[in-house]
């Protein structure tokens, strides 16, 4: 149906978008009242911005090598085991689902939370089966 380069392509843009979110967070961390936990362990700000300049650094490296296995860009080092390992990072981030759904039904727990580990299993799935199928 679809061919493993428009899967990474995929998954490395939703991978480039959620570094882009991590940016904007390091420089509004304010914002993660909206898009934290609402019984947040309270973070000062400085600490929310270098955590959030960290994670972007990573997402932003998960979407080169997924850009880079749609050879868009050249061969990066240990190619085929870095994708699969951030595939299943992901995936194993949307386990949280079920606990999340429990949560929400409840505990008045956000739904946004479905939605992340939904979007991480979508994002762990276009990385696995675009490297598994190359």
Request: aromatic share 12%.
């Amino acid at each position: 149906m679809f061919n493993p380069k428009s899967l990474l392509i995929a998954g490395g843009i939703l991978s480039a978008l959620i570094s882009l979110l991590h940016v904007v967070l390091a420089f509004k961390p304010g914002l993660y009242s909206y898009i934290g936990p609402a019984k947040e362990i309270p973070m000062s700000g400085a600490v929310a911005s270098i955590a959030s300049v960290v994670l972007a650094l990573i997402f932003a490296v998960w979407a080169t090598y997924a850009f880079s296995g749609a050879g868009l860009i050249g061969a990066l080092p240990l190619l085929r085991p870095a994708l699969i390992a951030i595939g299943a990072i992901y995936v194993l981030r949307s386990l949280f689902i079920f606990t999340e759904v429990k949560m929400v039904l409840n505990e008045g727990y956000p739904f946004r939370f479905v939605i992340f580990s939904i979007i991480s299993l979508v994002t762990g799935l276009l990385y696995l089966i675009g490297i598994l199928k190359k």
